[in-house]
């Protein structure tokens, strides 16, 4: 078996200027039973684009759709033209052909736990950051992997990767940081410019281009790792970048995926936009071209196509090379994307009051319950930046309805926000926009190493937050670990070093047992909040990437499993006694669902992460309502049916 | 007066508002440090407006210059921080940032304003408030890890 394309090597040169894909097709054509279509179709197709040799020719039309993926993080193509795709959820390794027909797929667990990254060059580069290591996988024996990086002192945790001609460059996005290896140097980059490093290139010369999604920027660094400039900027206008994830470098074009923008940057080495590929899908899982939180990116080695990964759609989509000189302005409807209902993935319920995260603007929305039909957006607060009142990434969230608190963090600022809302919860229902005054922040990052008397390595990245008795219960991402801060802002414990590999939520249930979510482990672990001793684990075969937790008043566990697309429950003797949801957009659907919360009737808010809503059930699993975008409410609400008069039966 | 413009009111006017609204009569420890805030009667005779932290671990005294703030012009401010004890707070401005924002439209000022110390009290200039509508001013202090704020509303126009 060869990993590396399944084909003997060829080194393909550049596309030379006016060489084009010489079939663009849709496989719809081929999905009848038609034989005698497909060499119809290509006569046809190839005829005109044959006459044209010579044009100029740009990437970015769409090829074909490479669906069912189970979180598709990083992907390359092999010098042959096959692709490497990394499913995170499914913990694997998939091997496409140019056509997109799988191949080899290589399993998780052995050598890697969650692979994160992958780059084709001599060798096959895989990150693993639930073990911190990066392995060079050998071409006929994958088994036999090399420990190329291994954290913690070193980095982090290792994220995406790009290699060529020995040299491999390995981004670090929770340390802030990218290491370049080239045989026994190692060179560490950008450890004071860069926040949250999440894809990283070579070019042919050497140097370094590095996305950088907290900054919206892109970075390049020359071969002897100096910087040597970037460009880019917030925004969702073209030429601005509003989560720049994935980066790709090509015959000095440089391919950005805009993760919040929803679409493909591609500028000139100097920064200049020359166009962009792609746009906001409008309905669910939409694609052919139109674009869905694209995270990462590929351009094969002869130039002629580009692979974009959408984790949250599980897909991957091809484009091939366009006729014409690359575009100066978007050929494509729409340039400016919209916020829209994109909640999560946090949300917490307390009394009649929802907290819920608002990812494309930065901010966090209140919501009123009381109205049965809907829940009513009382105020939003917060937007991008930097100073006190705005983040880069709000991601945890706690709401206490006795003081009218709200606890944000921000983990790629590593701060923790305190918030008063001053809306009395039993006025009349009405908005209140100004209605968020900030009490404190809290810089986590300036916290002693030595936290509750145990070491930490890295700067603290809070993503999750819980608080019971005056303690607020904060997850460090970067360290693996439960940070336990007392009303002055010290930090008086932490729990779970050690036991946690990637905690993902937290909360109490009524006999005061702290559950986390691992993710990578499958599990929720139950720890002492005062010893920090486990209690009990919940889920273990059953779950696969465990995501947001909650529990009711009865002691059940509800958990969020994003990669099954369902809710699992768990009675307070830990046995798992329910599952709600299946994969879809009916009132049953659920895809990539995270955060879940309880409200004070007791039914279970899930947020309906790629559904884009939020999906209401009864304790026992049954459907009650959705909310959030109309499009994919829909199909989850009964239809409605009006009588001659226009009233609602 | 320049541009028909002028400050109706000051932090407490709309503290009441959002609070009178309320009819809550258990006072969290928020509304607590609201009343106890200088009467907004006072405010609007005196150049000095008062405001406690909203953590309360300072105090605030500001000037507006011209008063009352005009609209889409540019005005400066002087300010001082004091300890709960009403003494002077001695810090270096790199512990200090001072910003303003519309919260009902979501925005902030089109100036960035530059802050200097002199004799106790910080200059901050230049600020503008190029739209009509309710602004707050805020002063944040940051002391170890710890960021808390002050803050002040006017209703321009």
Known sequence: MNLLGGRPWTLVGPLSKGTIESVILSPVLFSRARPWLPPLTGVLLTLPVLAQAGEETHLGAWLHTISNLEGPVALDFTPSGSLWVVEADGGRLSLFSSSGTLGTRLESKTPWLAPMGVAADTRLYVSDPARRRVMAIGVDAWRDADTVLQGPEGFCQPGALDAREGRLVVTDPLGGRVILLHGSKRLELGADLLSEPTGACLDDEGGIWISDAARARVEHFDPDGNHAGGFGDYGAFRGLLAAPSGIAWWNHRIFVADRDNHRISVHTEAGDLLYTVGMHAIWPREGEGLLHYPSALAVSHDGTRMAVAEPLDGRVQVFSRAMGAEPTIDPLRRTTPQAAAHYGPAIRAAGNWMLLVEPETQSVLLHDRRREEAPIELTSFGRRGHVLGRWAHPSGIWLDMETRMAWITDPSAGIMDQVLLRIDPKAPLNQHLGAAAWIRRMDLRALDRELGGISVFHDPRPTAICRREDKTYVIDEANRCVLVIDQAGNCIKVLGAGVLLRPMDLCFDPAGTLWISDAWQGRIVGLDPVSGKIRGNRGLGALRRPDGVCSDAEGRLFVSDRAANRVLRFDSYGTLDLSIGTEGLGPEGLLGPRGVSIGQNGNLTVVDHSNHRCMVFTPDGEFVRAYGSKLHVRPAMKPEIYDEQGKKR | ?157
Not at chain 2, 2 to 17: D, E, F, K
Not at chain 2, 46 to 66: M, V, W, Y
Not at chain 2, 75 to 97: K, N, T, V
């Open chain 2, 1 to 157: 007066m320049r541009h028909s413009t002028r400050i109706l009111s000051a932090c407490l006017v709309l503290n009441c508002l959002w609070f009178g609204a309320c009819n809550d009569k258990q006072q969290d420890p928020q509304e607590q440090h609201s009343a106890r805030q200088t009467p907004a009667d006072e405010i609007q005779g005196s150049p000095t407006l008062k405001a406690d932290a909203n953590a309360q671990g300072f105090q605030l005294e500001l000037i507006t210059s011209p008063h009352p703030i005009p609209l889409n012009e540019d005005f400066s401010l002087r300010f001082r921080l004091l300890d709960a004890s009403g003494q002077p707070l001695d810090d270096s401005l790199e512990h200090i940032a001072l910003d303003a924002d519309m919260p009902e439209h979501g925005h902030g000022m089109k100036v960035a304003p530059v802050l200097s110390q002199d004799e106790g009290w910080i200059e901050a200039t230049p600020l503008l408030f190029h739209m009509p509508g309710i602004w707050e001013i805020y002063v944040d202090h940051t002391q170890g890890h710890v960021t808390e704020r002050a803050q002040l509303s006017f209703r321009v126009f």
